[in-house]
C-alpha cells in the first residue's frame, strides 16, 4: 500500500506545525543520537529515501556530498522541501520508494528517517539498497521501535484520572498492517519486529555497524515535563549498517 496522507491539506498543516517541522533537525528528539552515526559525506553521493522537508539532504550538502537524492511521495513535502533546503546539489523526486529504480553501485550512502515502517516490506527495501550502494556503502535509517508499533494504536493505557499507567505490547510476533492515530488521522503502518530487521539486513549482503535506542536528550527531558514518559519504552530505532565486500 502507498500511502500519502501528507498532500492531505488538513494532515500537512498539523505535521508541519511539529517541532521537526519547524525547527529541523534540532527539533527532532532523535537527531542528537542520528548524527553520531552518521558516515563522512565528503564527496559522497547519497540517497534519501522518505526526505520530507529535506533537512537530512542539505545536512549531507553542508557536510561534504557531492551530489544529494531526496525522495519522497508527498508533492507538498518536497514543495517545503524546495523553498527550505534547495542547493544545485540536490535533486528531489516525487515517487514511492517502492517505485524507484535503484541503479547499480549509484550511491555511497544511503539514508532514511522514520519511513520503513510505512512499507510492508523490509527485506525487499534491504535488496534494493543494498544493489544500489557501492561496496563498503553505508545504510544508516530510524524506524519506529518494534515495541511502539506492536499493539498498533500507538497510544498508552490511562487510568479514570487520565494518567499514564503503561504502554500496551500486544500481538509482538504478528508482523503487519497496523492502524494508527497520528495527527487525528487513521494511518497505516506495518509492524515488524527486531528480528526481522536485523535478519534482513544480515541476509541481503549487509554488517550491522550500530544499533541504538535513542533515549530523549537531557535538555529536552529538563525543558517537557512529558518528555520523562519516553524513558518508560523505546518509541525508535536507529541502526546504521554496511555493505559487505
Known sequence: MKENKYDNNRFFN???????????????GEWHVLKKVLPDFTNKKVLD???GFGWHCIYAIEHGAKF???????EKMLE?????????????????IEDFEFQPNSYNIVISSLTFHY??????????????LTTGGSFVFSVEHPIYTAHGIQDWFYDQEGTRIHWPVDH???????????????VIKYHKTLTTYINSLLQTGFEICELIEPQPEITMLNSIPEMKDELRRPMMLI???RKKS
Open 49 to 51: 529515501l522518505g526526505c
Open 14 to 28: 498539523q505535521y508541519s506545525q511539529m517541532s521537526r517541522s519547524i525547527e529541523g533537525l534540532k527539533g527532532a
Open 68 to 74: 544529494v537524492t531526496g525522495i519522497d511521495i508527498s
Open 239 to 241: 541502526i546504521s549498517a
Open 119 to 132: 512499507l510492508e516490506s523490509f527485506i525487499d527495501i534491504c535488496q534494493k539498497i543494498n544493489t544500489c
Open 172 to 186: 509482538y510476533f504478528s508482523e503487519g498492517k497496523r492502524k494508527a492515530t497520528f495527527l487525528g488521522e487513521e
Open 80 to 96: 517545503e522541501a524546495r523553498k527550505k533546503n534547495a542547493s544545485s546539489s540536490i535533486e528531489y523526486k516525487r515517487i514511492a
